[in-house]
């Protein structure tokens, strides 16, 4: 199982970017994606997931209304589109799965739950 985050980059704040997360080794048609993210000197939080089977998603209130996590199936991969960018989102962003953990509120908090992490991407936002 590998999941490999990309796509992060400098943005102004205000501005748009898209990561990506790569999932080998395993079907996202069967497990939920997790991202996550993490600023020097923070937490790491738990953000957004989509799930497995209807692919229905969570957000952080951090993010709501301004990320949107989705997949491409055919690719084996998820995208987390993040818009109206600010300051506080600059992190390093990380994908996870797990095997028995559902896409949810309790999951994204408990994240020490899940087994298997993608290496970050850092996304800068910075004018």
């Known amino acids: 199982v590998q999941l490999q985050a990309s796509g992060g980059g400098l943005v102004h704040p205000g501005g748009s970017l898209r990561v990506s997360c790569k999932a080998s080794g395993f079907n996202i048609d069967y497990y939920p994606i997790f991202w996550f993210r993490q600023a020097p000197g923070n937490e790491r939080e738990g953000i957004s997931c989509i799930s497995s089977n209807d692919g229905s998603t969570y957000y952080a209130d951090s993010v709501k209304g301004r990320f949107t996590i989705s997949r491409d199936r055919a690719k084996n991969t998820v995208y987390l589109q993040m818009n109206s960018l600010k300051a506080d989102d600059a992190a390093v962003y990380y994908c996870?799965?797990?095997?028995?953990?559902?896409?949810?509120?309790?999951?994204?908090?408990?994240?020490?739950?899940?087994?298997?992490w993608g290496k970050g991407t850092l996304v800068t936002v910075s004018s």
């Open positions: 996870a799965t797990d095997f028995e953990s559902p896409c949810s509120r309790s999951s994204l908090q408990y994240d020490y739950a899940l087994d298997y």
